[in-house]
């Protein structure tokens, strides 16, 4: 007959693991007083928006003037390209650059006229600047 220790060293290993003890439950509904009042911030554009700040525009702005910028980089990189990838973007890029087509939102015309540009003076000065 084997020692009584060895049975419940045995019997030990056989039961089930003791369960886990349950997490803790969240609070429902809204936070005491002296949290939410620390995550209510007025911005200084929500109280004066008559005054704009130089740096904010709308999305659609700031889209426009990413792809009028990535444009304008484009034309400056790859002006002297030798491999074909980047020759056929700098020529698309150019094309785009020339082209009055205003049916498209992204047209060059409607990008520049949408950011307060004049087109015919971005295209002389990019001539300018490509010339040098």
Same mark, same amino acid.
């Given at each position: 007959? *084997?020692? +009584?220790?060895?049975? /419940?060293? /045995?019997?030990?290993?056989?039961? *089930?693991?003791?369960?886990t003890?349950?997490? %803790? #439950?969240?609070? !429902?509904? $809204?936070? %005491?007083?002296?949290?939410?009042?620390? /995550?209510?911030?007025?911005?200084?554009?929500?109280?004066?928006? =008559?005054?704009?700040? &130089?740096? @904010?525009a *709308?999305? =659609? !702005? !700031?889209?426009?003037? &990413?792809?009028?910028?990535?444009?304008?980089?484009?034309?400056?990189?790859? $002006?002297? &390209?030798? =491999?074909?990838?980047? #020759?056929? +973007?700098?020529?698309?890029?150019?094309?785009?650059?020339?082209?009055?087509?205003? =049916?498209? %939102?992204?047209?060059f015309?409607?990008? @520049?006229?949408?950011?307060?540009?004049?087109?015919s @003076?971005? $295209?002389?000065?990019l001539?300018?600047? +490509? #010339? #040098?």
């Amino acid at each position: 007959m *084997p020692p +009584l220790g060895r049975l /419940l060293g /045995l019997a030990a290993m056989d039961a *089930p693991p003791p369960p886990t003890p349950p997490k %803790p #439950r969240r609070p !429902r509904g $809204r936070p %005491p007083i002296h949290l939410s009042a620390s /995550l209510n911030l007025v911005l200084p554009s929500q109280l004066f928006p =008559e005054f704009p700040v &130089a740096g @904010c525009a *709308p999305g =659609e !702005r !700031r889209l426009m003037l &990413a792809v009028l910028e990535d444009a304008i980089g484009i034309l400056v990189k790859h $002006r002297d &390209a030798s =491999e074909p990838r980047t #020759r056929l +973007l700098y020529h698309e890029t150019a094309t785009w650059v020339r082209s009055d087509d205003t =049916e498209w %939102p992204f047209a060059f015309v409607n990008v @520049c006229e949408a950011i307060g540009f004049s087109p015919s @003076c971005v $295209r002389r000065g990019l001539g300018r600047f +490509l #010339r #040098r």
